[in-house]
């Protein structure tokens, strides 16, 4: 058995994989694009994606070299050879010739100061996460920062635009994602738009929302009261 087997895997999450099992399982149940196994034999990590998950399958997707290539599939736990999360993204160190060359690493450098009183669990996701987490240089000039905030507790409108507010006027535009137990949201259009519904994604989709953690929401879709109280969301 896996050390991960019955682990918590969490939307962007990364994952070190064992590459040959993997590719040996995704091509026998869909077709698979030319670029996958190239990537997977060389950069052996996968996202995890939102998704619904059970206790033999963990929603992922590769990521390839060039911007439109992402693969969605789906990977037993046990050929999980290591977990890395955001917020552990937040300690690796950042070459000065790639803070020099990237504005969104020295973004990230101002918002771990500006954001130093923050309580929710929070760190790099999208390609500065990926670089961070495996080395490969996949972060370009123009590249946006992408944040995730792991938030179990409730953050009010007030909280979200201070936040918000000081993730402005840095050198790369700042693209931040929350996650609550269930749902992510923009933080930004939480921001702005409460208490009015905002765009929440769900594990089987897009629905409307005014309270990312609220009962009702629970209520309404019971699907999704079965991921919240399962090991995998």
């Not at 911007?67 to 999980?80: F, G, I, K």
């Not at 010739?97 to 009183?117: H, I, V, Y």
């Not at 840095?170 to 996650?179: G, N």
């Not at 609550?180 to 259009?189: C, D, I, Y």
């Amino acid at each position: 058995m896996s050390h991960y087997e019955g682990h918590a895997f969490r939307p962007h999450y990364l994952l070190a994989v064992d590459p040959k099992q993997l590719i040996e399982s995704v091509y026998k149940y869909s077709s698979v694009p030319e670029w996958v196994e190239e990537q997977v034999r060389t950069t052996p990590f996968v996202v995890v994606r939102r998704g619904l998950a059970t206790g033999q399958e963990i929603p992922i997707g590769v990521r390839g070299k060039e911007r439109n290539q992402r693969w969605a599939a789906s990977c037993n736990p046990a050929l999980v050879k290591s977990i890395t999360t955001p917020p552990q993204l937040l300690t690796r160190p950042i070459s000065t010739s790639r803070a020099n060359a990237t504005p969104a690493f020295r973004t990230l450098g101002l918002l771990k100061e500006r954001w130093m009183g923050l309580d929710h669990p929070w760190g790099p996701g999208g390609s500065i996460g990926f670089e961070l987490a495996t080395g490969t240089h996949v972060v370009k000039p123009e590249s946006d920062l992408d944040i995730v905030i792991y938030a179990e507790r409730h953050i009010t409108a007030d909280e979200a635009k201070s936040l918000c507010a000081r993730a402005m006027d840095l050198p790369a535009t700042v693209d931040i994602r929350v996650e609550t137990p269930v749902f992510g949201f923009s933080l930004r259009e939480f921001a702005s738009q409460s208490p009015a519904a905002i765009l929440l994604r769900a594990p089987s989709g897009v629905i409307l929302g005014r309270n990312p953690w609220g009962d009702e929401l629970m209520i309404k879709y019971p699907t999704y009261a079965a991921v919240k109280r399962s090991r995998y969301i």
